[in-house]
């Protein structure tokens, strides 16, 4: 599919995850997270940006008493590799201590950003600290970090779409697609 309106000229998209699919694995993950908490409250944490549209589907098929939070922190500036800088954009608003924190990022690719974000909130001392990623790219890992739920786990390409973004546009396409250059 290709969805063409979205892209900036010289772009194209070709599908690799539908969006039938990604709703399929998200309501399983949904399923699986509700069964591993059952009997706690959670905080499902939010990584903006690239986290909105999967964190707003995945806590609707959670069937617990939740709360959600989101910080900010951008790692890519405006190319597609990873600097190893993380910068954080916006901060907690409330404290973490003694709750349960399930992360809801959008990809795990280096890594670095992972680590980072996990050794910052392991500060905050929380009851426990999981990750839930919707993508996982193991082959580009720089360093050891593994997330506890992972929707897809996908090869080395740069992906867009569902909350995923290159150059800060597409990530309102609503399945996950491989961004191609036409010229
Ligand atoms: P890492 O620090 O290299 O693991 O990268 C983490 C962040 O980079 C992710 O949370 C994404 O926001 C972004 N990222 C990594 N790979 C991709 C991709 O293929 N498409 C869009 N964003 C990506
Ligand atoms: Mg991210």
Same mark, same amino acid.
């Given at each position: ?16 995850i539908t969006a039938a699919q990604i709703q399929?694995r998200v309501?399983?993950? @949904? ?7 059952? /009997? $706690?409250? #959670?905080?499902?944490?939010? *990584? +903006?940006?690239?986290?909105? %549209? ?29 600097? @190893? ?7 907690? /608003? $409330?404290? #973490?201590?003694?709750?349960? *924190? +399930?992360?809801?990022?959008? %990809? ?43 929707g ?10 569902y ?12 399945f996950i ?7």
């Amino acid at each position: 599919m290709n969805s063409s309106k979205r892209c900036r000229p010289g772009q194209r998209i070709v599908s690799l995850i539908t969006a039938a699919q990604i709703q399929s694995r998200v309501a399983e993950l @949904g399923a699986q997270i509700t069964q591993d908490y059952e /009997g $706690h409250e #959670l905080i499902i944490l939010g *990584v +903006l940006k690239g986290s909105f %549209i999967f964190m707003a589907d995945l806590v609707r098929h959670v069937d617990l008493p939740l709360s959600m939070e989101f910080l900010g922190l951008s790692s890519y500036g405006k190319g597609t590799q990873s600097t @190893g800088e993380v910068k954080m954009t916006l901060d907690l /608003g $409330h404290p #973490l201590a003694g709750k349960h *924190v +399930l992360v809801a990022e959008d %990809i795990v690719d280096t890594g670095l950003t992972l680590a980072y974000l996990l050794r910052m909130l392991s500060n905050r001392n929380p009851a426990s600290l999981r990750v839930c990623c919707l993508l996982d790219k193991p082959e580009r890992r720089q360093v050891p970090v593994t997330p506890d739920y992972v929707g897809f786990t996908i090869p080395n390409r740069l992906v867009v779409g569902y909350g995923l973004d290159h150059a800060q546009i597409l990530r309102n396409i609503p399945f996950i697609g491989a961004l191609e250059e036409t010229s």
